[in-house]
């Protein structure tokens, strides 16, 4: 029997992660949405699209318009996308209030009816989103999860895969962090077919990738002027929940609760966590140079100051 995710918010990030997930058969998906007959439409739509990708995943779109998250009830993971999007000239932190309200209501009410899910927040400011579902939630830590270092560190990928034409396959990068432009690129540990970048590229070309990727949710927004990026941050989503539900044991950098580690207490921050059928199964600790750890502990100030501000 397929387990059920649920993704809660029907916009393009929500629908596109709701879609990789059917087209892959991973597992049966609830689309809901605030919106009256657009979760629905959108639900129909992939279904019909099922007998040609021959996946057997049943899709239902619903509308949550009068509080009613029972379609939901025993998902093995739900995916938060709900939210307002960032505009252009707009901080994530901007979002905050606007979106703290929208995530704790969706947090009660999906904890309730899966006790046993695994939260997965895409909501931004997302670090301090995963702050807000954690405490709404009162699940442990392990089992709220947010998706971010899994994009960052795929666009930085992308960077060096372009800048030196080679196969986006021989590429691994780590963004640690917050989800924000204080995010953490370790050139130090990203590697082209093991090779670290710093013996592959002169230094004023990994600072550009390094600036591009702190900036490059930013520079789609431009680009596009009345949206965000959805196509990146669906297929973060669909590897995490894919690493979850078939307990791969994938080391992913994902935001996730510190207690001490990296000498971060009580706040969700990127690092890299192995991920399986459990949500965080481990918080690796990789050791970092002086440099590294003060970008590190200047990206959780940054953090901790919006989430002090929510009194968290």
């Keep these: 029997m397929r387990k059920k995710v649920t993704v809660v918010g029907g916009g393009f990030v929500g629908a596109t992660a709701a879609q990789r997930i059917a087209d892959a058969g991973l597992a049966d998906v609830v689309l ?18 099922m007998p040609i990708l021959r996946s ?7 509308s ?7 379609a939901t009830a025993g998902s093995a993971v739900v995916v938060i996308t ?3 999007a960032r505009k252009p000239g707009m901080s994530r932190d901007d979002l905050v ?13 999906v904890a309730r009816l899966s006790p046993e899910a695994i939260l997965m927040v895409v909501t931004n400011p997302l ?43 021989n590429v691994h990068a780590f963004v640690l962090g917050g989800h924000g432009d204080d995010m953490v690129p370790l050139p130090r540990y990203s590697t082209v077919a093991g090779i670290p970048l710093p013996e592959l590229l002169p230094k004023e ?20 002027k009345t949206g965000s990026a959805y196509y990146a941050p669906s297929a973060a989503v669909y590897e995490m929940v894919d690493a979850i539900l078939r307990d791969r044991k994938k080391i992913l950098p994902c935001s996730a609760y510190l207690e001490g580690e990296y000498g971060i207490q009580g706040l969700f921050m990127g690092v890299p966590v192995k991920l399986g059928a459990q949500g965080i199964e481990q918080v690796v600790e990789i050791k970092l140079t002086p440099d590294e750890q003060a970008a590190l502990d200047k990206s959780a100030a940054s953090v901790r100051e919006v989430v002090n501000l929510l009194n968290l």
């Design 32 to 49: 809901t949405d605030i919106l009256d007959g657009v979760p629905a439409g959108k639900g129909l739509d992939m279904l019909e699209a």
């Design 56 to 62: 057997d995943a049943r899709v239902e779109g619903v």
């Design 64 to 70: 949550t318009q009068g509080g009613d998250y029972s």
């Design 82 to 84: 709900a939210g307002f």
């Design 97 to 109: 209030k606007a979106n703290y309200a929208v995530v704790k209501d969706v947090t009660e009410a």
């Design 127 to 169: 670090d301090v989103m995963c702050q807000v579902a954690y405490r709404a939630s009162k699940f442990p830590k392990n089992r709220v999860i947010g998706m971010a270092g899994v994009l960052d560190s795929a666009r930085m990928r992308a960077f060096i895969a372009t800048e030196m034409c080679v196969s986006v396959e």
């Design 205 to 224: 070309r990994i600072e550009a990738i390094v600036q591009r990727t702190r900036k490059g949710g930013g520079e789609i927004v431009n680009l596009l």
